[in-house]
């Protein structure tokens, strides 16, 4: 089946220590995205990747950096995690604006704990 | 500044009746709206969509009604069954500005559906 795929599931790391989360898709979707989510709130948008073009929102901490290697698999390093990083982080992809309508299609997340 | 509001963070029904989850939205350049329903420790799935061409799109026991004039969007789930029990996102893409590939979402509302 064709899928959007995350690991780890969940990650443990230290105040201050690098993260990386991973994301691979099976659809071969042209954007890539990454969010954030917090408890009981939207899931907030952080960056995407149309193809190779990297598109940062402008209230994204410089703190949170995005890889994306090729087609398949996107990457989300958080440099330094402080306590406030402590979230649910969902990828996502879509086909793009080559077609009207846009889904997204989530991956299951990583539920990231910070000591 | 929430572009687009759930205002009811829980809902809790019968199984067997009606469930009515409403969305409200603020930027009259949306023109696409989609639900996502998510369990726990999952990601979001996408669930049913509308486009503003349309005030009413039907899927099994799914229905969603727009109403463009109250910027207002609602979601039915007749007969509501205890695995319909999720957090359900109304979710809005504008089309114009090539950026109908980015999402907003709500905070969602949490569906209880009881036995």
């Known amino acids: 089946d064709a899928m959007v795929i995350q690991n780890p599931r969940y990650q443990v790391t230290q105040f201050g220590k690098p993260v990386t989360l991973s994301c691979s898709q099976t659809?071969?979707?042209?954007?890539m995205y990454w969010y954030q989510q917090k408890s009981s709130q939207a899931p907030k948008l952080l960056f995407h990747y149309y193809d190779k073009d990297f598109n940062n929102e402008a209230d994204t901490p410089d703190n949170f950096q995005s890889r994306r290697p090729n087609t398949s698999f996107c990457f989300l390093d958080i440099r330094s995690p402080g306590l406030g990083d402590a979230a649910m982080y969902l990828c996502?992809?879509?086909?793009?604006?080559?077609?009207?309508?846009?889904?997204?299609?989530f991956g299951p997340g990583t539920r990231l704990t910070v000591l | 500044d929430q572009q687009v509001k759930q205002n009811s963070p829980s809902l809790s029904v019968q199984e067997g009746r009606i469930s009515i989850l409403n969305c409200d939205y603020t930027n009259s350049m949306f023109d696409y709206f989609l639900w996502y329903k998510k369990y726990p420790a999952e990601g979001p799935t996408f669930l049913i969509s509308?486009?503003?061409?349309?005030d009413k799109n039907e899927d099994g026991r799914f229905t969603v009604f727009l109403n463009k004039s109250a910027k207002h969007l609602s979601l039915h789930i007749v007969p509501s069954q205890p695995g319909d029990s999720a957090v359900y996102f109304c979710?809005?893409?504008?089309?114009?500005?090539?950026?109908?590939?980015?999402?907003?979402f709500g905070k969602g509302t949490l569906l209880t559906v009881n036995p």
């Open positions: 996502a992809t879509s086909r793009g604006s080559s077609v009207v309508y846009n889904e997204q299609f």
């Open positions: 659809l071969n979707h042209n954007v």
């Open positions: 509308i486009s503003s061409i349309k």
């Open positions: 979710a809005a893409s504008a089309n114009s500005g090539g950026s109908n590939y980015k999402l907003t």
